[in-house]
């Protein structure tokens, strides 16, 4: 399948090979359609209604989310399978080039005081040998207290680098969850089926050795409401979910936690 169709396909395929595996797709796709349409015995009127839902979400260029949402990480999983490792999750749409933190804050200014701060640290290995990486980059971007992205500059945003041993820390708050598609048809459609829009707090990541991407996943919060109920099927698991310690602190302020998590490379490259 491709960005533009007869494009973008992962491999040298021939023009003929891209059009046999489209029809292919093709195909089956709309025989199981055609399943559903039996199953539940859906009208010509209903039919309608979803054309008509499909016009406004291609209006409002929210075809490509839609298909994120109910299907992205179901590619994620078939092309994990033979990687091994931690395992991978979404990108999301707020991905940026984000600058070196030496100290490893997050922070391009200070956190607010009803922030609380969270020290994350771990191990990066290979997960075939269990040898550190040493070295690893392991690039961090993630929303606020509040639910909001940095979109403008890099706040909550940055790279560290591994040491000798693998061993990695940043300094960072702890996330809340977020809606997104509260005023789209995505939104429609959720509400429609009784379903929430809401994202369980997460921080991203992407680690990489030398120039190669080797994992993109997401660390998820157990304070999160939304755990169970993401509204991107299968992002959540409990191998992703942090957990958090509390810090003891001399004097009063922001709530302070501490969690680990260590990545394990998979042997192929995402």
Not at 37 to 64: N, P, S, W
Not at 74 to 101: C, F, I, M, Q, W
């Amino acid at each position: 399948m491709t960005a533009r169709v007869g494009e973008g396909s992962t491999g040298p395929k021939t023009a003929e090979a891209d059009k046999a595996r489209l029809e292919a797709i093709w195909r089956a796709t709309i025989n199981k359609l055609k399943e559903v349409v039996r199953e539940y015995e859906i009208t010509q009127d209903e039919l309608h209604v979803a054309g008509d839902f499909l016009d406004r979400l291609g209006k409002a260029g929210m075809c490509r989310s839609l298909i994120d949402v109910a299907l992205a990480m179901t590619s994620v999983e078939a092309l994990d399978v033979a990687k091994g490792g931690t395992r991978s999750n979404l990108e999301g749409p707020y991905y940026g080039t984000h600058p070196v933190r030496p100290n490893g804050r997050l922070f391009e200014r200070e956190p607010s005081p009803s922030a609380s701060l969270l020290t994350l640290s771990g191990t990066v290995y290979e997960a075939e040998t269990g040898v550190p990486a040493a070295h690893a980059r392991l690039d961090f971007w993630q929303a606020d207290e509040n639910g909001h992205y940095d979109r403008a500059g890099n706040h909550l945003r940055g790279v560290v680098f591994a040491d000798d041993a693998g061993h990695y820390e940043i300094t960072t708050i702890i996330p809340s969850d977020y809606a997104e598609h509260d005023h789209d048809p995505i939104g429609e459609l959720f509400r429609a089926m009784g379903r929430t829009n809401t994202r369980a707090a997460h921080i991203h990541l992407k680690v990489s050795t030398g120039s190669t991407l080797r994992l993109t996943t997401q660390l998820f919060l157990p304070t999160s409401s939304f755990l169970e109920r993401d509204y991107v099927e299968g992002a959540v698991s409990s191998d992703l979910t942090l957990f958090l310690i509390e810090q003891e602190q001399a004097d009063a302020g922001e709530p302070r936690y501490a969690a680990t998590f260590d990545v394990f490379l998979g042997s192929e490259a995402t």
